[in-house]
């Protein structure tokens, strides 16, 4: 799967809202999407290549539980990006973009107001 950047420097630029905010949304809503797809792993992390837009699920089977109770080490990390995952992944990144982009927003809004406190 992979994003158009080009629109997401624009966001950038007309929202005035940090790249690093906008990647780290739109991964944290595709982790999300991830996450509802039968048969995730819980140990998973979504990473958007920030030159091309490639966005990429790393999964790991969960670490054993050993004989005295204790968590073993995790396996190598793996892709898993599931297939046909794009049309989910988009329709619940533009929910999750939107709220964050409202939060944004409102704090904005709230900093002008706060600023403005006592003129």
Same mark, same amino acid.
């Given at each position: &799967?992979? %994003? ?5 420097? $624009?966001?950038?630029?007309?929202? @005035? %809202?940090?790249?690093? !905010?906008? !990647?780290?949304?739109? @991964? ?16 998973? *992390? ?18 054993? $539980? $050993? ?5 073993? @080490? ?5 892709? #898993? ?12 990144? *533009?929910?999750? %973009?939107?709220?964050? &982009? ?6 904005? !809004? $709230?900093? #002008?107001?706060?600023?403005? @406190?006592?003129?």
């Amino acid at each position: &799967m992979d %994003i158009d950047m080009t629109a997401l420097r $624009l966001l950038e630029r007309e929202r @005035e %809202i940090p790249m690093d !905010v906008i !990647v780290q949304a739109i @991964e944290q809503a595709l982790l999300s999407a991830y996450q509802k797809v039968e048969g995730h792993y819980r140990d998973a *992390r979504v990473e958007l290549d920030r030159k091309g837009g490639h966005v990429t699920v790393w999964a790991r089977e969960e670490a054993p $539980l $050993l004989e005295d109770g204790t968590r073993g @080490e995790p396996g190598p990390e793996f892709d #898993d990006t599931p297939a046909g995952f794009g049309r989910v992944a988009a329709a619940t990144a *533009r929910q999750v %973009i939107t709220q964050r &982009m409202r939060e944004l927003e409102d704090d904005a !809004v $709230l900093g #002008d107001f706060r600023a403005r @406190e006592g003129d």
